[in-house]
């Protein structure tokens, strides 16, 4: 009887979630003429105000681009999948949020509605989901547009696999399930916040990871084996495991040992142990590292920066913390030291 009332529960949780998403939707005919055909150009980038390739992954050859301050998408060929009268758009790996006022418009790669969410703020979380902001509080929606749990969260944080995610509030970070019940018995999800609770990015480590440790010794300290994401000749890219946090190691030949040179942070509410994270603003990596940080165009996106911290102390001086600032925020960061620490493209 009693998982007969917990299953009616959850699924008058889901009706009662989605329809307060629904509650101001919009629906795209099915006679709608998009994409419009417009004049083809030789360069989209000298067409439009900015042009930004949205990930290969979600949809190959179309590109977010903003002319005279509102933002669209358009494919190679410039047909237009939208009208100009975005305020901005935010992605992840499957859907994206196109902004006007308050409200965000979220849509699959094939253009079709998902939901409608009313929010200060939407931020991507973990691969498929989305956090909204209201009232400085956070609610997550899952890519089918149900709200799992209410606005509630300082922060949110998950696996890419997306098997549980990690939620912050009331001074303490804790793992629940995709239907928002907290979870006491999942041995990941339990390290995973250790993780976010117990361990700060200094100049050469994260927690027990330390720069210059090899494979043996992460896989110890770890208790748990990595996960080979490439393998090049010198060069290789770990992560974690999908069912743990974005973090990826890359572990390199260059000193004539296979060492830990580089460690890649990417999941929200990790923070440095000046307090800088994923979502931090340009003017608080300033305040926290002051005339130590060097800003550096990003060699592969024109909106984008590059801010080294680089340390003074003569012993430090081949270590760097790089932060990508992108969009108005710390959009991911690394530690590590030289060569591998300027390295643009994975291992080069």
């Known amino acids: 009887m009693y998982f007969k009332l917990l299953w009616l529960s959850i699924v008058l949780s889901f009706i009662c979630c989605k329809s307060e998403v629904k509650e101001n939707t919009i629906s795209i005919s099915e006679e709608s003429p998009w994409p419009i055909t417009q004049d083809e150009v030789s360069d989209l980038s000298k067409a439009y105000d900015q042009c930004i390739p949205l990930k290969k992954s979600m949809i190959p050859g179309r590109f977010a681009v903003e002319k005279d301050g509102y933002w669209s998408i358009v494919d190679e060929k410039n047909q237009l999948y939208f009208p100009f009268e975005y305020d901005t758009i935010i992605y992840n790996s499957s859907l994206f949020a196109l902004k006007k006022g308050l409200e965000y418009e979220v849509y699959d790669t094939s253009r079709n509605f998902i939901m409608a969410i009313k929010g200060k703020e939407l931020r991507p979380v973990m691969s498929n989901f989305f956090a909204s902001v209201k009232n400085e509080k956070l609610a997550l929606f899952n890519p089918n547009g149900f709200m799992i ?76 084996n990595l996960t080979e994401l490439y393998k090049g000749e010198t060069c290789s890219i770990y992560s974690l495991g999908n069912d743990f946090l974005d973090v990826q190691l890359m572990i390199n030949s260059t000193v004539g040992k296979a060492l830990l040179e580089r460690i890649y942070i990417k999941t929200h509410g990790i923070a440095t142990k000046s307090g800088i994270g994923i979502g931090s603003l340009k003017e608080d990596v300033l305040d926290a590292y002051g005339v130590k940080i060097e800003e550096m165009p990003n060699k592969y996106d024109t909106l984008a920066q590059d801010l080294f911290y680089v340390p003074s102390d003569r012993k430090d001086r081949n270590y760097r913390l790089n932060f990508l600032y992108k969009n108005g925020k710390i959009d991911a960061y690394s530690i590590g030291r030289l060569p591998s620490i300027e390295y643009v493209e994975g291992c080069f």
């Open 149 to 224: 749990r209410d606005y509630e969260f300082d922060n949110l944080s998950g696996p890419i696999d997306e098997s549980y995610f990690l939620g912050f509030k009331n001074g303490s970070w804790a793992a629940y399930d995709l239907i928002g019940e907290e979870l006491d018995s999942n041995a990941r999800a339990t390290s995973a916040v250790k993780f976010l609770t117990e361990y700060k990015v200094g100049l050469k480590s994260y927690g027990p990871l330390q720069i210059g440790m090899n494979k043996t010794q992460i896989e110890s300290v770890l208790g748990f």
